[in-house]
């Protein structure tokens, strides 16, 4: 059962930094690119309209990030933990948001609960 817990969300303000974390469980980490999704209070919950923030490949760790967090927010793996990270620096109001963590096996997209970041003063 393919399991995504993330963690690591807060309070910060702006031109802060915070670290996400998404521990991973019940298929084979390595294998598979990861991603990190926001939705922006307000909007409804339709995960499949979220931004994609971030993503990094399984084979050679490539990247690709929404050109509103490029230079400010990086993704990186740990295939020994299970971990996929989002370091978030410069952080701006306008990043507030529910983050998601999120892989796609075969036709089926795997999401966890979220966590939340709030960049306020």
């Known amino acids: 059962q393919v399991q995504l817990v993330e963690s690591g969300g807060g309070l910060v303000q702006p031109g802060g930094s915070l670290r996400l974390s998404c521990v991973a469980s019940?298929?084979?980490?390595?294998?598979?690119?990861m991603s990190w999704y926001r939705q922006a209070p307000g909007k409804e919950r339709e995960l499949v309209a979220s931004?994609?923030?971030?993503?990094?490949?399984?084979?050679?760790?490539?990247?690709n990030y929404a050109n509103s967090v490029k230079g400010r927010f990086t993704i990186s793996r740990d295939n020994a933990k299970n971990t996929v990270y989002l370091q978030m620096n410069s952080l701006k109001p306008e990043d507030t948001a529910v983050y998601y963590c999120?892989?796609?096996?075969?036709?089926?997209?795997?999401w966890g609960q979220g966590t939340q970041v709030t960049v306020s003063s």
């Open positions: 019940g298929f084979t980490f390595s294998s598979y690119a």
């Open positions: 931004e994609l923030v971030a993503t990094i490949t399984s084979a050679y760790g490539s990247t």
């Open positions: 999120n892989t796609r096996i075969s036709r089926s997209a795997y």
